[in-house]
């Protein structure tokens, strides 16, 4: 127990930073699937796909993020 005493704060820095990259990596290829045809065919903007994937992708991971 020496260890998380002594690097307990940059194991969780870490851990979060780790976290962080790979939320970034799985929500963007999961957007990219989603949102592509929409701008594809114009019916969206790149800029409201954006938006549209910002709100939905917090939404889930706020209000589904505690199942996983």
Known sequence: MDII???G???????????FFM???????DVANAMGTSVG???LTIKQAI???MIFE????YLAGGEV
Request: hydrophobic share 65%; proline share 0%; aromatic share 12%.
């Open 5 to 7: 005493s002594s690097y």
């Open 23 to 29: 939320a970034w990596g799985v929500g963007a290829n």
């Open 41 to 43: 065919s114009k019916a």
């Open 51 to 53: 938006l549209i994937a």
């Open 9 to 19: 704060l940059i194991l969780i820095v870490m851990a979060g930073v780790f976290g």
């Open 58 to 61: 917090f939404a889930g991971a």
